[in-house]
């Protein structure tokens, strides 16, 4: 069934030309005499790529019913990432290059959300912080107190973010997972 594009939304996810894409942005316009348009940005949930299309009423847009399950992140085994759904129990698992920029954040016993399409898992959705330990930055000094500057600061995951200059290596910080900026001390 078709939808309409003044239905569109960030967070949809629908079926354009046969593939499963999800809305990341989307601004719609209408312009003088002509018909009404919609300018998406979409991600492809099979190949992870991210573009952007103008779609009309008259291309064959669907909605694509999608399933959220609470997931907890079990172990990696050579490039699959092996996951737990918490309501059956069922042990699932997803390729390296299915979500190659989520795989960063994973850490043992993570509980997330998992997306379903046809009671297949297809993608992950992170919690918005998480708390790393800091294991290498700068030395911070006695009175640095004030959130003016920022140096960089290697997380336990491996990944470097900006934090201010009072944090020192053993320090547990929240991160924000969409952005990788420091949210505060933990």
């Known amino acids: ?15 354009y030309n046969q ?9 719609h316009a209408k312009i003088a005499r002509g018909s009404a348009f919609c300018r998406v940005k979409l991600k492809n949930l099979k190949t992870n790529q991210v573009f952007e299309r103008t779609l009309r009423d008259s291309d064959n847009v669907s909605e694509a019913v999608t399933e959220k399950r609470k997931l907890q992140y079990l172990y990696q085994q050579a490039e699959q990432y092996h996951f737990m759904d918490l309501t059956t129990y069922d042990d699932l698992s997803l390729s390296s290059s299915r979500i190659a920029d989520k795989a960063v ?82």
Not at 19 to 27: K, P, Q, S
């Open 105 to 186: 954040w994973l850490k043992e016993d993570l509980g997330l959300i998992g997306f379903f399409y046809d009671d297949q898992l297809i993608d992950l959705e992170l919690p918005s912080s998480l708390i790393y330990e800091v294991v290498e930055t700068e030395p911070g000094y006695k009175g640095d107190t004030v959130k003016q500057g920022t140096k960089p600061a290697k997380l336990k995951n491996g990944l470097v973010v900006n934090v201010p200059i009072f944090v020192n290596n053993g320090e547990r910080i929240k991160v924000d997972t969409r952005t990788k900026a420091y949210l505060g001390r933990a």
């Open 19 to 27: 593939e499963l894409y999800i809305i990341l942005a989307c601004e």
């Open 1 to 15: 069934m078709g939808i309409s594009i003044g239905e569109l939304k960030p967070g949809n996810t629908i079926l």
